[in-house]
């Protein structure tokens, strides 16, 4: 079974819902994961937008959640998951607001992809400290078992 990442918000290419941006409460996706490969250790977690700031001319990608070391046992995350209910050594990096946690999609214009991509590791890392989106995808060379995205999209209602 191939390695698999979820949302019972959102299905692959569809509509991220309003209250998981900046537009409503701005809290993380439910994401759930099976099929990890033999010899997964952790688990890492980045989000991110390869369409900003204009999906008609994109320029950078905007990375909206870094996550290492999920324990690849706990399955899940919940919707709104806070910092202390991270499962047990999961660790934090920063996004590129400056700051740990999840943030929503807020695009300034168009509508935007973001895509939730779960690697499984045969390695726990070590700590890196709050690593961005690059730092932990070097830390991660050479130990990426297996690879699963979940894409959404979402488009500001409001100006």
Known sequence: MPLTLTSTAFAHGGEIPGKLTCEG???SPPLAWTGMPPGTRSL???VDDPDAPDPAAPSMTWVHWVLYNLPPESGALAEGVAPASLPA?????HNDWHRTG???PCPPIGRHRYFHKLYALDV???DLGKPN?????RAMHGHVLAHAELVGTYKKLRR
């Open 133 to 137: 989106k690059a730092a932990l995808e």
């Open 89 to 93: 050594g999961t660790r934090e990096g």
């Open 25 to 27: 409460a701005d809290m």
């Open 44 to 46: 890492a977690l980045i």
């Open 102 to 104: 999840y943030s929503g």
């Open 124 to 126: 726990v890392l070590p």
